[in-house]
């Protein structure tokens, strides 16, 4: 599929003599998996080019894969070309600098609300953007090389975005590609380990979210990180963000999300989720969007907050009332 495409974005690689990958802000596995990995295998099919990584922000949770590059002079753009890696829209990308590359390719799996780039190749049905950059190594395997560190950096990011390959976006095609990764020998022991193990401060916030946590008469379960209790547990702005992984799973909660109120403006985040029913259109009508079942969205008080929550009780109401074997 999009055999042009990617031959066309080939063929740019080939062009360029310096090279910038970048991703989106606020990263999670799946953009850091696969610009690591991209990295890793463009530097070793092409030794002559130099291959940058450069973003403004970087995850604590994903430590352990290791950093990125060191800034480089404005200069140095001009001349280069930028992909940009799991980003919708051009304004959520790390590196604000990327728009100053000669040319730009995009590569998403996200919604194309706004497209940009000289060379955009977008599959939004895949699981994980990571998907796309083993899809590419097999398209031209004869020409790219991927090494056991690159697998592990891709693996890392398909396991992670696809809920460890169980949400519905994931299907033969995921599992065919995960296992070209594995067959690289990776270590899955470390990687799980690296990914599940967690400090004991940060299970008494679990607990803590457990106790405070509402759920709606229809089943949206929510939960509101206020400053103080980032405070009071000495949160990173991440592990704030995490508390929404902890709601998944409760009975009867086909929606569940949580508000992070930022530290230094009065923006507050919302991470939002569902089983079954679609979020992102909610999301849309609160500045942000993102996919059917994980979306993002921005709210300026509580009391917009709690209107984001009722509308959302509404279509789970509506989605229980329309479906059955929703659990
Ligand atoms: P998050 O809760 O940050 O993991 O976001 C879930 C999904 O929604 C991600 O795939 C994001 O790309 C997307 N998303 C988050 N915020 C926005 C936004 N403001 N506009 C469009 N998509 C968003």
Redesign the pocket.
Known sequence: MNTEIKKAILDKIKEYSRIIITR?S?P?GDCIGATKGLREILKDSFPEKEIYLLNEDYSDYLAFLGGEDEPISDDLYKDALVIILDT??ID?VSNKKAVLGKEIIKIDH?VD?KPFGNISWVEEHRSSLCELIVDFYLTFKDELVMSKQAALYIYTGMVTDSGRFKTNAVNGETLRLASVLLDKGIDTESLYANLYMEDFGVLKFKSYVYKKMKITENGVCYIYVDRKMQKKFNLTREQA?NA?SFLDGIKGCLSWMAFIENMNDNATRV??RSRFMTINKI?EQY?????EC?????VYSKKEAMELVAKTDEAVKEYKRTHTGWL
């Open positions: 989106h606020r999670d919708a829209t959520r996200h609300i963000s929404v991470r939002m999301a500045r942000g969007g993102g996919h994980a979306s993002g969205a921005t």
